[in-house]
């Protein structure tokens, strides 16, 4: 079942954010572009790879009012032992969302009930708190946050052209299609 236009059902859960505690709710989400990153677990291999690749990028998500949440299924308190002991995740500024109970990874469809882990999962998040894009991908598999970066801007781009659609490989200045006219021309 896809996921798209899924609204993004109410939350309240800890997060470890600016060495410290803090809670997030759906109402945080409302207003402005969301990236929810989920990761099998802390303390592991990929992850840190992938969320230090987020932790660079971050400031170009902010650029596009876009805030970003990783999201595993260990308490607040794991992530902030992590944080106090891993050089690769002290760069992150973002908040990391806790989520011991699956509620956020069962929503979003992530969820592998029989570890209780998440799997590798980035899903876009509208104003209105839908999800407009998503990728869940093998445990085993980096992503790339320069990628997802790509898709929020052309999700951005198509919210507020909504009759324009974005080619592969498309990024900010490059033509864009319109249905109907570009289509003509193609085939």
């Known amino acids: 079942m896809s996921m798209i236009q899924k609204e993004v059902s109410d ?12 809670t997030v709710t759906k109402a945080d989400i409302l207003g402005k572009w969301s990236l929810f990153f989920f990761y099998p677990a802390d ?4 992850c840190p790879t992938e969320l230090e690749d987020l932790a660079d990028r971050y400031d170009d998500f902010k650029a596009l009012d876009c805030e970003v949440y990783s999201v595993s299924c260990d308490t607040h308190f794991v992530h902030k032992a992590w944080y106090d002991i891993s ?5 992150i500024r973002y908040p990391m969302l806790a989520d011991p109970t699956g509620a956020l990874a069962r929503d979003f469809g992530v969820l592998i ?3 209780g882990l ?16 998503y990728e869940v991908i093998a445990s085993n598999v980096g992503r790339n946050a320069g990628e997802i ?15 324009q659609v974005c080619p592969a490989k498309w990024k900010p200045g490059d033509h864009t299609l319109k249905p109907g006219i570009d289509l003509v021309g193609r085939l």
């Open 113 to 115: 009930e029989k570890t």
């Open 149 to 163: 970066l790509r898709r929020v801007q052309a999700s951005q781009y198509v919210a507020q052209n909504g009759d």
């Open 118 to 133: 998440a799997e590798r999962g980035d899903f876009i998040v509208n104003p209105g708190g839908k999800i407009v894009a």
């Open 87 to 91: 050089k690769t995740i002290q760069k």
């Open 43 to 46: 303390f592991t291999f990929v």
């Open 11 to 22: 939350f309240s859960v800890q997060a470890f954010y600016g060495n410290g505690f803090k």
